[in-house]
């Protein structure tokens, strides 16, 4: 059986400055924590200046604005923030809502970067594993080209809008994550009660494959990302283990000890959510391969996905 919180590989960050924008957001809240935890000080982004202790810096990426002071002081720049793509239909409106949280406010933070003197030694944009659009039984890595749907076309944009910070000279990657695996939010935890009550189980015909990282490993490869200079362009933030659907469900089922046989039915997951959303969230997906992470010599803690869900699951439960 696996300790609690068992000890990790630490990829310590060489700087001692970095802003993080998209911080109120699970990976990162949870990016912050470590960042400070290593003696890194951090300034998050907000709409809002954030009360209390956190050091707090103001952006309006719908009205162009942007604190240049903190990026300027930053040797690192790490960009999580764009809304959810869970919770509803993909009207029109929330496309162009996805689009402007991710594309727009991307193009106003690399616009100020390209502005800083110095510049950041290096910015870590989110991207997402949708890039791929469905590829069936296809491997795929960092070299395979953009696939088809709204998603994979949103992170093509998403990831084009880094242009001037590119052009500038600073060294970007593209974070291709995977489902972030946590008790704290996201996918898993959405998933969660209904798996404890039994009633879990494979969506469609399960056969679609759902690349998956744990939050803390997440945390690690963007630390790794910053550290190591090797590291540039598009990086698949996924364990090593090829997961299906249907073995994730069965694994989280045996990880509960309650049985996930119930299976969801496409049409049912169209019907509340729409066919698109459904289609490219949910029931398809491709066998995305963290090459780039590998070959730089990146080690997973938790690489396995029996080890991971115990891992987690284990976290958090009570001492």
Sequence with gaps: MLSKS???????????????????????RALSTSMRQLGVAVSEYSRSHVAGDLEAAHWDPDRGEIDLAPLAQSEAVVNLAGESLVGGRWTEERRRRFRASRVAST??????????????????????????????????????PVGDGFLAQLCQEWEQATAPAVEAGVRVV????????????GALA?????????????????????????????????????TDESVTGPVNIVAPEATRNRKFTRALGAALRRPARLRVPGFALKAVL?????????????????????????????????DALAMVLEDASPP
């Design 6 to 28: 068992p000890p990790e590989r630490s990829y310590n960050v060489a700087i001692s400055r970095a802003s993080i924008l998209g911080s109120r957001g699970l990976l990162g």
């Design 107 to 144: 193009r106003v933070l690399c616009e100020a970067i390209a502005r800083t003197d110095p510049l950041p030694r290096v910015l870590v944009n989110a991207s997402a594993v949708g890039f791929y659009g469905d590829r069936g039984e296809s491997a795929v890595t960092e070299d395979s």
């Design 174 to 185: 593209y974070a291709r994550f995977g489902i972030v695996l946590s008790t704290d939010g």
């Design 190 to 226: 959405a998933m969660l009660p209904a798996f404890r009550l039994g009633l879990g189980g494979p969506l469609g015909n399960g056969q679609q494959f759902m690349p998956w990282v744990t939050l803390r490993d997440a945390v690690r490869a963007v630390r790794f990302c910053i």
């Design 274 to 306: 729409g066919p698109k959303a459904a289609q490219e969230l949910l029931l398809t997906g491709a066998n995305v391969r963290p090459s780039v992470l590998e070959r730089a010599g990146f080690r997973f803690d938790a690489p396995r996905l029996d």
